[in-house]
T-cell receptor, first 113, second 113 residues
Framework: EDQVTQSPEALRLQEGESSSLNCSYTVSGLRGLFWYRQDPGKGPEFLFTLYSAGEEKEKERLKATLTKKESFLHITAPKPEDSATYLCAVQANYGGSQGNLIFGKGTKLSVKP | DGGITQSPKYLFRKEGQNVTLSCEQNLNHDAMYWYRQDPGQGLRLIYYSQIVNDFQKGDIAEGYSVSREKKESFPLTVTSAQKNPTAFYLC????????????FGDGTRLSIL
């Protein structure tokens, strides 16, 4: 069964304290892995797409990496405005894939000043 | 600005009542999706549509219905058969038939009166 597991469920950091969020997946052929940020009461905001193992993407204080079994979202010197829930989703490479995503439950990040 | 508009932001349903959630996009995307988000759970797919006048059930379609009469619109009806409708509903769209990311609206929160 295709599955996405994110850890930890919640993470509390001090401003400037770097850390990583994990997204482990089991899927029958990966077509793409997506990271989103979600603020309370808002829809998910797209951050990154990773397509193959070894790929990395960066945006400001965020860096996403991908292996054959998991992805990491590294947060360097976070600021309070980075506080949000970070969602990971995978798209499987089925024949005739409809582009449907399988989502993890998210990691809620809190950054204290 | 291109984007996805969901309305209303808050909606209340009475017993035995059907309610319709609106989703409009001006991104010229072919594919549109409806998800349900509950606390502590990942996003779950309700219905999706790849082209106008065609749609498919997702993982939790029971008690819901949709239509796709126009490319830019994908309304979701929560029927009285849905016994636990209280949730945050998210609409998304993407370029059809691709591994491009889905983009989300800001959601509708549905509650029971």
């Amino acid at each position: 069964e295709d599955q996405v597991t994110q850890s930890p469920e919640a993470l509390r950091l001090q401003e400037g304290e770097s850390s990583s969020l994990n997204c482990s997946y089991t899927v029958s052929g990966l077509r793409g892995l997506f990271w989103y940020r979600q603020d309370p009461g808002k829809g998910p905001e797209f951050l990154f797409t990773l397509y193959s193992a070894g790929e990395e993407k960066e945006k400001e204080r965020l860096k996403a990496t991908l292996t054959k079994k998991e992805s990491f979202l590294h947060i360097t010197a976070p600021k309070p405005e980075d506080s949000a829930t970070y969602l990971c989703a995978v798209q499987a490479n089925y024949g005739g894939s409809q582009g449907n995503l399988i989502f993890g439950k998210g990691t809620k990040l809190s950054v204290k000043p | 600005d291109g984007g996805i508009t969901q309305s209303p932001k808050y909606l209340f349903r009475k017993e035995g009542q059907n309610v319709t959630l609106s989703c409009e996009q001006n991104l010229n995307h072919d594919a549109m999706y409806w998800y349900r988000q509950d606390p502590g759970q990942g996003l779950r797919l309700i219905y999706y549509s790849q082209i106008v006048n065609d749609f498919q059930k997702g993982d939790i379609a029971e008690g819901y219905s949709v239509s796709r009469e126009k490319k830019e619109s994908f309304p979701l009806t929560v029927t009285s058969a849905q016994k636990n409708p209280t949730a945050f509903y998210l609409c998304a769209s993407k370029v059809g038939g691709s591994n491009q990311p889905q983009h989300f609206g800001d959601g509708t929160r549905l509650s029971i009166l």
